[in-house]
C-alpha cells in the first residue's frame, strides 16, 4: 500500500518524526567576519580551522545518510560566511516550507540559496517577507509551534505565521536575547520530553514549557557548548556532541540512543546539530 504523505515533497510535524530529506550546507567559507552571538566572541581570536570543519561537517553527513536519511548539500558562497547553519534560512511546518527574512546583515541573502534550490526542485514555498524570522526560533510539535522572540525574530513575524497556519497555535516565547535562538535553549525531542536551559527564561515561560513537557535541565558549561542543540533523527535516535556528558547521560536514561559526533570546530560560531540541518521531509506519526 502506498503512503499517500510520498506525494508530498515537504512534510514536518515535529522536531523527533523520523527524518527523510534533510537540507545542509558544507562550512567551506566559515569564519567570524562580525561577532553575533557570546560563543563567537569567545573564539574570535582562536579563529575556525576550515579543514578541520569541513571534516566534521562531512562525518555527519555520513552518519545522517548512513541511516536512510536524503542529504542535500546547497552551494556555498563566499559572501555568506554563516551558511553551514541551514536551519536559519528556513522552515518546514505541516506541508509548507516557509523561506525566512534574515535579520543580521552578515546573513541576509543566503535565504536566496535555498529558493533556487526548491525552484529547481519545484518545490513551491512561503517567502515570509516583512518580518524577521528565523529558522532557529521556530520549533514544532504536532499542532503546537513555539516561535521564540529574539534579536532575530519579532512579534510581527510570530502573528503572520498564525495568521496562515489555521491548524497550528502559535506560542510565542520570549527568552534572553543574548542566546541568539531559541534552540540554543530549548528543543523538543519527544512528545513528553525537553531539554531547556532555565536561566534564559522568566517564570511565566518556564510554567508553559513545564506544564507540556518534563524538561531536562542543561547546565549553564554545556548550555554554552550548546547542549540543547541536538538533533533527532527519529526511532529515538539523537545526534549529540561528546564532550556535553551530562546532557547525553540524561537523554540516555530516558532510552534513547544518543549518537555522538565531533562537530566542536563548528559550534565555534555559536551552532550545533539542530542549526547545521533543515529538515524538509520527516515521515508524521500519530
Known sequence: MTNPEEKHKTLCYSEFDVLKRVVVCQPQYMTIREVINETQEHFKDE?????????????????????????????????????????????????????????????????????????????SYYNLIGHFIEGGDVIVDRDTVYVGLSNRTNLGAVQHLQSLLKEFEVVPVPFTEKYLHLDCVFNVISPELALYFPEAFQKQEADILSKRYHLIEVTKDEQFTLGTNVLSIGNNKILSLPINKIVNQQIRDHGFEVIEVDITEIIKSGGSFRCCTLPVFRQHTV
Open 47 to 123: 579563529g575556525i580551522h576550515i579543514e578541520k570543519a569541513l571534516e566534521q561537517h562531512g562525518k555527519m553527513v555520513n552518519v545522517l545518510r548512513d541511516h536512510g536519511i536524503e542529504v542535500i548539500l546547497l552551494p556555498y558562497h563566499k559572501k555568506y560566511p554563516e551558511q553551514v547553519f541551514t536551519r536559519d534560512i528556513g522552515f518546514t511546518l505541516g506541508k509548507t516550507i516557509f523561506v525566512a527574512e534574515m535579520a543580521s546583515d552578515v546573513r541576509r541573502g543566503e535565504q536566496d540559496v535555498l529558493k533556487q534550490w526548491l525552484e529547481d526542485e519545484e518545490i
